[in-house]
């Protein structure tokens, strides 16, 4: 198993240029999630997706636009890219089944910079 | 408003020389508090769920408590692959089980 991947590894873009962020999993897993960790602060959730078809916002979802179209798949777009969106992004994922409420499995990230 | 801090910042060791990070939390009615470890250019890594006030959990050279206010997480004779930022998060019972507050972690550097 590969876990969770997530595509490119690394992007800069010009401001306002867009581009999308995929993420997949491949543990059947209802939850997935998206996060930006930036330097001296923690990991703060942008959206999260309780299952197919469903959407929701996080913490800073201001700028990001999501979709779950696929159980596998969560893809994060950028419309219009900010240099205050210049953040390291990862995503993550965990199943529904008791015993795996807690644990979110997290893939290797995606290094973004805005110019 | 839900908060995690984690001290210190950073911490250098020697190998062989225990100490502790320490992971401060306010949060209304915590449902959990994690401990991941993350390496230089990877994602986190799950090591620990505490759950209550006393509970405490040990993979290895790791233990981690936890009191009513905050976490610690114990490094017994640390050994070089021990190098990584230790990030630390709770759960809300307002949150739910989507909802995770992170630290700003603590990045320890063991050497030989």
């Known amino acids: 198993n590969a876990g969770v991947t997530q595509t490119p590894k690394f992007r800069v873009l010009k401001t306002g240029q867009s581009m999308t962020l995929l993420c997949a999993q491949d543990m059947n897993h209802e939850y997935m999630y998206w996060y930006r960790q930036d330097p001296g602060m923690g990991l703060r959730l942008i959206h999260y997706s309780v299952g197919e078809g469903t959407t929701a916002k996080g913490e800073v979802p201001d700028g990001y636009n999501v979709s779950r179209l696929k159980k596998q798949n969560f893809l994060l777009g950028l419309e219009s890219a900010a240099p205050s969106q210049t953040s390291v992004y990862f995503c993550?994922?965990?199943?529904?089944?008791?015993?795996?409420?807690?644990?979110?499995?997290f893939g290797p990230g995606t290094r973004l910079t805005v110019l | 408003e839900d908060q995690v801090t984690q001290s210190p910042e950073a911490l250098r060791l020697q190998e062989g020389e225990s100490s502790s990070l320490n992971c401060s939390y306010t949060?209304?009615?915590?449902?959990?508090l994690f401990w991941y470890r993350q390496d230089p250019g990877k994602g986190p890594e799950f090591l620990f769920t505490l759950y209550s006030a006393g509970e405490e959990k040990e993979k290895e050279r790791l233990k981690a408590t936890l009191t009513k206010k905050e976490s610690f997480l114990h490094i017994t004779a640390p050994k070089p692959e021990d190098s990584a930022t230790y990030l630390c998060?709770?759960?809300?019972?307002?949150?739910?089980?989507?909802?995770?507050?992170f630290g700003a972690g603590t990045r320890l550097a063991v050497h030989p």
């Open positions: 993550a994922s965990r199943g529904s089944n008791p015993g795996q409420e807690n644990e979110q499995f």
């Open positions: 949060v209304s009615g915590l449902r959990g």
């Open positions: 998060a709770v759960q809300s019972a307002a949150g739910g089980y989507n909802k995770l507050i």
